[in-house]
């Protein structure tokens, strides 16, 4: 525990507070503290979800406690100064009060740990109740208790498919064989989707005891935790909870005295989208090409090696815990009645509050969107969300009223996913997102399945025209033929759902496809080869600066006097735009 | 071709750790690739030797994944994010502003070798899209200013 009367600097270090610049930031408090001889604590912390402030900076101290946000080496002096050492908080510094309080509208759950506790250390998770679940599991309940106590709990698999995890495990536990494996996904491959990766990175633990839970429940001795290659934090983190859970005796034989033991490897992966489906992930952990099989047979009867495996989702093991200390009821009594519990999201794209958030199923996207998010940045207009990345769709701002939950969210032709939301404005033309999704699809399609492979790549030649200005009036029909027939034909869930960004978006944004190959034009203005920039001359005051940050020299003019863009030079980038102050350049129609 | 003595050694003992191993290719890979920062056809043949499989099984795995690498890579390899959240926040520009400084197209290496220029698709970071990440260091909320001054760090 914490000697209460030191001060504790406590600096946000998962992935997002790393690419803000909080190793710089820590390093800096680091200096202060030591040119001074301080007796301060100066520790690091992982991911609290409002990225959106990152680098966040938690100074605890006798007389106050602040979350700086956006905290900069150079910031770093001051709060020393004042904060720990004459004991005034730097109000100018704080995360404003309103930021904060929305963290009153979630349900932290899953992320109860994420950002309060060191993600390296065994013992804060431990002084947080960490592994007793564990221990009440193996010294007070039978397998088949446990099993009975996540069926009740109503969790269902936080991975896409939303699978009662009960259910499923009792398919494992009555598997025959003595051998079985235990495998967590953490492959995370989304777009736009980054919860695994912040628990992974900010509370390893949590993921590792739920698996051993598991384990015990469906008779595993032996877990896989399977992690993309682009997390490399994680992995890091992973291997250094695992090396200190085998220390205490989490991992390995006789697990606190029981006669329950388990081994836990990490498996990195190596780069392909189509291994997060579950046969593909135990092709590629056996070291074959990760291309998906028919099911049956399920993973539970024949896995990993051949034996009964059970795999589950980060952040459905990370509620495992807490279901099993509070108990069933405690977790049903939060969500719908089809879905219970809580779920995470990725709040990313054209939101204030860019980060990530928990809350209870069952609310409104409205309410996650413009509440707890704090709606639109930059003062756009909401246009749709992305839910469930490129087996998902984009979702109208006629639908904001939609509730979170897996049977919801299906009724609008989009999924719930794994739990990115990507948020897009006006400014945001819906086909090119169709054609930046079956790009995506195409490039990952692994080549088993003909409709698949092929008609993956007919789809994004058909987008690729119409957002170049070269549509035919029958593409629509073509785009929608060949989307049943990719979904009826496909083995895995890559192809069956890859054509939902493009149905979703016609039945939502249709007159943006009509405009594109009718009156080639791009209703968001967005698509390159159908817009130009004009310079507005009211507005115009001269300044240079789309002289200067223009690639292609194609701005020119005097100081002080209009300026010009030679549509002939213009390359269409759309840099004067975002560097002009005054407004002052437009994009146009360019037919 | 490798002349290198000792990275030869390493990659006897990395095949001997995995030679009874059951699923033991893939990490084999990744190693020898960590080793010679990609695989040549030579040590995939070394790599099939070592642990007994036929080359065109490894040649069949190797390619299959994006992270295996056939010729030679810069000091550092940027790996430039276009998931769906850099994508709607202008990742397009941001590749294209590096491209220009660095004189090379993505997924190409500088002549100096000391960038390899990437797609990737998505790092994880969204909420700080624009997002770029050097070897393993991630650096967000990318504007032309930013560029420049990461790039300076290498
Ligand atoms: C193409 C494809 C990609 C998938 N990617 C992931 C992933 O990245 N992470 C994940 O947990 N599940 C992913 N899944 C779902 C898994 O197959 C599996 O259903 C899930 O891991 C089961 O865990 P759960 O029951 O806890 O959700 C993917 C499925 C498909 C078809
Ligand atoms: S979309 Fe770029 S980090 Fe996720």
């Keep these: 525990m914490y000697m209460m009367e030191k001060v504790r600097i406590i600096v946000g270090l998962g992935s997002c507070g790393i690419a803000a610049g909080g190793k710089k930031v820590y390093e800096r408090f680091k200096q202060e503290i030591d040119s001074r001889g301080l007796d301060v604590i100066l520790e690091e912390t992982g991911c609290r979800g409002m990225c959106y402030h990152e680098v966040l900076v938690d100074v605890v101290s006798p007389y106050g406690r602040g979350p700086y946000g956006h905290v900069t080496p150079e910031m770093v002096k001051e709060i020393v100064d004042t904060h720990v050492l004459d004991g005034y908080v730097v109000p100018e510094f704080l995360v404003p009060l309103e930021d904060r309080m929305s963290l009153y509208k979630q349900q932290r759950i899953v992320l109860r740990n994420c950002g309060?506790?060191?993600?390296?250390?065994?013992?804060?998770?431990?002084?947080?109740?960490?592994?007793?679940?564990?221990?009440?599991?193996?010294?007070?309940?039978?397998?088949?208790?446990?099993?009975?106590?996540?069926?009740?709990?109503?969790?269902?698999?936080?991975?896409?498919?939303?699978?009662?995890?009960?259910?499923?495990?009792?398919?494992?536990?009555?598997?025959?064989?003595?051998?079985?494996?235990?495998?967590?996904?953490?492959?995370?491959?989304?777009?736009?989707?980054?919860?695994?990766?912040?628990?992974?990175?900010?509370?390893?633990?949590?993921?590792?005891?739920?698996?051993?839970?598991?384990?015990?429940?469906?008779?595993?001795?032996?877990?896989?935790?399977?992690?993309?290659?682009?997390?490399?934090?994680?992995?890091?983190?992973?291997?250094?909870?695992?090396?200190?859970?085998?220390?205490?005796?989490?991992?390995?034989?006789?697990?606190?005295?029981?006669?329950?033991?388990?081994?836990?490897?990490?498996?990195?992966?190596?780069?392909?989208?189509?291994?997060?489906?579950?046969?593909?992930?135990?092709?590629?952990?056996?070291?074959?090409?990760?291309?998906?099989?028919?099911?049956?047979?399920?993973?539970?009867?024949?896995?990993?090696?051949?034996?009964?495996?059970?795999?589950?989702?980060?952040?459905?093991?990370?509620?495992?815990?807490?279901?099993?200390?509070?108990?069933?009821?405690?977790?049903?009594?939060?969500?719908?009645?089809?879905?219970?519990?809580?779920?995470?999201?990725?709040?990313?794209?054209?939101?204030?509050?860019?980060?990530?958030?928990?809350?209870?199923?069952?609310?409104?996207?409205?309410?996650?969107?413009?509440?707890?998010?704090?709606?639109?940045?930059?003062?756009?207009?909401?246009?749709?969300?992305?839910?469930?990345?490129?087996?998902?769709?984009?979702?109208?701002?006629?639908?904001?009223?939609?509730p979170v939950d897996y049977e919801s969210i299906n009724q609008t032709g989009a999924i719930m996913g794994s739990g990115g939301m990507v948020v897009m404005d006006e400014t945001i033309c819906m086909v090119d997102?169709?054609?930046?999704?079956?790009?995506?699809?195409?490039?990952?399609?692994?080549?088993?399945?003909?409709?698949?492979?092929?008609?993956?790549?007919?789809?994004?030649?058909?987008?690729?025209?119409?957002?170049?200005?070269?549509?035919?009036?029958?593409?629509?029909?073509?785009l929608e033929e060949l989307a049943q027939s990719i979904g009826k034909t496909s083995l895995c869930g890559l192809g069956q759902t890859a054509p939902n960004p493009v149905l979703t978006t016609l039945k939502y944004f249709r007159d943006e496809y009509e405009s594109h190959i009718r009156d080639r034009r791009c209703l968001a203005k967005a698509c390159k080869e159908l817009i130009s920039f004009a310079i507005i001359d009211e507005q115009c005051k001269g300044c240079g600066l789309c002289i200067k940050v223009c690639p292609a020299e194609a701005v020119t003019g005097e100081k002080k006097k209009l300026h010009v863009i030679d549509a002939d030079k213009c390359v269409r980038c759309g840099q004067c735009v975002a560097k002009c102050k005054l407004g002052a350049i437009a994009r146009v129609d360019r037919y | 071709m490798c002349t290198c003595i000792e990275k030869q050694q390493k990659l006897g003992l990395i095949l001997s750790e995995y030679q009874n191993k059951s699923g033991g290719l893939i990490p084999v890979l990744q190693k020898a690739q960590g080793l010679y920062g990609y695989l040549s056809e030579d040590i995939m043949f070394k790599v099939a030797d070592g642990l007994g499989v036929k080359p065109s099984v490894v040649y069949g795995v190797a390619t299959f994944y994006t992270q295996f690498r056939f010729s030679p890579v810069g000091e550092h390899i940027i790996r430039a994010c276009h998931g769906t959240a850099c994508h709607v926040s202008g990742a397009e520009n941001i590749t294209r502003i590096m491209a220009d400084k660095l004189g090379v197209e993505p997924g190409k290496t500088t002549a100096d070798m000391k960038?390899?220029?990437?797609?990737?698709?998505?790092?994880?970071?969204?909420?700080?899209?624009?997002?770029?990440?050097?070897?393993?260091?991630?650096?967000?909320?990318?504007?032309?200013?930013r560029v420049e001054e990461i790039l300076g760090n290498y």
């Design chain 1, 116 to 402: 309060e506790i060191s993600p390296e250390s065994i013992d804060e998770y431990i002084s947080n109740n960490g592994y007793q679940a564990l221990e009440k599991a193996l010294k007070q309940m039978s397998p088949e208790e446990v099993i009975d106590e996540i069926t009740r709990s109503g969790l269902r698999g936080r991975g896409g498919a939303g699978f009662p995890t009960g259910v499923k495990w009792g398919f494992a536990s009555k598997s025959l064989g003595n051998e079985k494996y235990f495998i967590c996904n953490a492959d995370e491959g989304d777009p736009g989707a980054f919860m695994d990766r912040s628990i992974l990175e900010s509370d390893p633990h949590s993921v590792i005891e739920g698996m051993l839970i598991g384990s015990y429940a469906i008779g595993a001795n032996h877990g896989y935790i399977y992690v993309r290659a682009e997390y490399p934090l994680a992995i890091q983190r992973l291997k250094i909870a695992i090396q200190q859970a085998k220390d205490r005796g989490f991992i390995g034989e006789h697990i606190t005295g029981s006669d329950f033991g388990f081994e836990l490897e990490i498996k990195e992966g190596a780069g392909a989208f189509v291994c997060g489906e579950e046969t593909a992930l135990i092709s590629s952990i056996e070291g074959n090409r990760g291309m998906p099989r028919l099911r049956p047979p399920f993973p539970a009867i024949c896995g990993l090696y051949g034996k009964p495996t059970n795999i589950n989702n980060v952040e459905t093991l990370a509620n495992i815990p807490w279901i099993i200390m509070e108990g069933a009821k405690a977790y049903a009594s939060f969500g719908t009645e089809k879905s219970k519990g809580t779920k995470v999201f990725a709040l990313a794209g054209k939101i204030r509050r860019g980060g990530l958030v928990e809350v209870a199923m069952g609310m409104s996207l409205r309410d996650v969107i413009f509440d707890v998010g704090d709606g639109i940045a930059g003062g756009h207009e909401f246009k749709a969300v992305q839910l469930g990345g490129p087996s998902g769709g984009c979702i109208p701002a006629s639908l904001l009223d939609t």
């Design chain 2, 115 to 145: 960038f390899t220029l990437d797609r990737v698709a998505c790092l994880g970071c969204c909420s700080l899209a624009p997002v770029v990440m050097v070897d393993s260091d991630v650096y967000g909320r990318l504007d032309e200013a």
């Design chain 1, 433 to 478: 997102i169709a054609r930046f999704f079956l790009n995506f699809t195409q490039n990952e399609s692994c080549g088993k399945c003909t409709f698949c492979r092929i008609g993956t790549r007919r789809m994004l030649e058909i987008l690729e025209r119409i957002v170049a200005g070269n549509g035919d009036q029958n593409d629509i029909e073509l």
